[in-house]
């Protein structure tokens, strides 16, 4: 097959773990004979040094022509410090999600046996976690108007806006997920307080009709915050607006036992993008040592979701399975003083695939 990818590593770890990522993506396309070509382009603060702008339109444009983005992550203390800076790294993100219309982001959450003893929470809870957090991204508070200043600049506001049509097409994309899987779709809103969650309960009431071989249930989000770290084997797919998903895929990552490990894709109207859910890891920029697995198993993630190859996807987690239980991992998740550098376990992992 022929394969056209955008490669954005972004800023902070961005470079190091894409480029771990690429390699691996390589490897397979070598493996499967899949013709693969490849273009870099500038996202996040780096894009602000060099043009300015966090999503520039030649980025943009290598976007939509391309069959799928490999991201890395934005962000830079430059910025996180600066409150006051009009153009921020994380517009460029927004502003991706926007354009491509990537209105939702599907979050895997599984356990590596090898691994479970560095979840903080306790073996027997996360034993068997196998759930899927799907987060709406194109809508909610994060985007919605109006968002500002009093006059005076002592209060500020920000709106959360969502349309029957948004939350519709993202519910939908949870029970059509929940058919393939373990067939339960959670719907996760604050439906009590909220008149966005209402009226997405309203909808999600009228698709629970439509799919009555699903089990749907109804929690609230701070509900769901605390029974996700209780017992997150009773969950399936799970859906919710944008900050709230923001806010529990966070969470849901200790439950792997490092934010290094979790992958996600972002679908919508045009590109799709394959991305780890976590930033740009600043301190750990140009050491060496952040872990590259979460961007790993998004490019095998891009294999199955944006080219259907399921068997490439399945050979990079192996590949990955495999690294842990040699014991190849970074210093995050290593038990005894013996750690990889963010290239090693790359290596190792691109060899493996090379070489079974
Ligand atoms: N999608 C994105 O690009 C994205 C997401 C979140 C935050 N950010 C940005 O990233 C910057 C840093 O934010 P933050 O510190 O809140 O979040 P972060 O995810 O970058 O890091 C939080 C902590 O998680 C751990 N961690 C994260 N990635 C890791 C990896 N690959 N390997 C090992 N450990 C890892 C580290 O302990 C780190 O201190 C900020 O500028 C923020 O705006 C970007």
Redesign the pocket.
Known sequence: MKMNIAILP?D??GPE?VSQALQVTEAVCKKFGHDLTYKHALVGACAIEQTGNPYPDETHELCMQSDAVLFG?????K??NNPSAKVR??QG?LGMRKKLGLYANIRPVTTFETLIHKSPLRTDIVTGTDLMCIRELTGGIYFGRPQGRSEDNNVAFDSCVYSREEIKRIVELAYKYARQRKKKVTIVDKANVLCTSRLWREVAQEIEKQNPDITTEYMFVDNAAMQLIQWPNRFDVIVTENMFGDILTDEASVITG???MLPSASIGLHTSVF??I???????AGKDI???I?TILSAALMFEYAFGLMDEGRVIRTAVDESIKAGVV?E?IASGDKSYKTSEVGKWIKEYILNK
Do not use: F, V, W
């Not at 992550?73 to 203390?77: L, S």
């Not at 976590?278 to 750990?284: E, K, L, M, V």
């Open positions: 972004g902070g770890i773990i992550a934005i962000g830079d203390p910025y996180d790294p994380e993100l490092s934010l290094g991305e780890p976590h930033g740009s890891y600043p301190q750990a952040a872990n590259p979460a970074t995050d």
